[in-house]
């Protein structure tokens, strides 16, 4: 008899444990389904990370200006005006997160990117002094003088940025920034391609 109530109770307790882990996978599999992402919901969560994917290169340098009057392109005697500026600047470059495009399917994510690009050239006007001006009153500085000079030297800022590559940073952080976003929300097979066409997950 008390074998029999062993069993018995063996029984229900197997029987117990089994039930309790049927209700825990059951309610595992529901939260599982909480846990799914629509692609609009990852575009929104893409897009609020833009800044942190953005690269900066700052810059400090002097320009030298020069000019005079010319007549058949030759310069006038007398007439040449000239400055040296020297200023401090930043450029900063990154991928439009609002044109990325998204194609998810179960754990699997594919996101596609447009290429980098410079998103801003600027020279803070308060860091910039002037040194060496020249005085002629047959050809004095004009304030369009400046503005050129400045105009012209974010053009110089740009080339030598893409030069010395700021676009592939700017495409690697991107890159960088998504892949650990999709990571933190639980993706576990993650592409990510420069193309706008997205294939289909199988």
Known sequence: ???????????????????LALMLGINSMKIT??????????????????ELATVKYSYSGVIGFKDNFKILNIGVPLTDKYFLLKYNGY???GVDF?????????????????????????IDENSVTVYGESENAFNPIKISDYNKALIDE??????DAIRQGILKDADNQAGIAIKSLLQEMGFKHIDITSELTIPELH
């Open 1 to 19: 008899m008390g074998r029999l109530r062993t069993n018995f109770a063996t029984y229900l307790f197997l029987a117990t444990t089994i039930v």
């Open 33 to 50: 389904r909480m846990k799914r992402y629509d692609t609009t919901t990852v575009l929104s969560k893409i897009i609020h990370i833009q």
């Open 91 to 93: 450029l900063k470059a």
């Open 98 to 122: 609002s044109r990325v495009k998204v194609n998810i399917n179960g754990d699997k994510v594919h996101v596609s990117m447009p290429p980098a690009q410079i998103f801003d050239v600027v």
């Open 154 to 159: 974010k053009a110089t800022m740009r080339q």
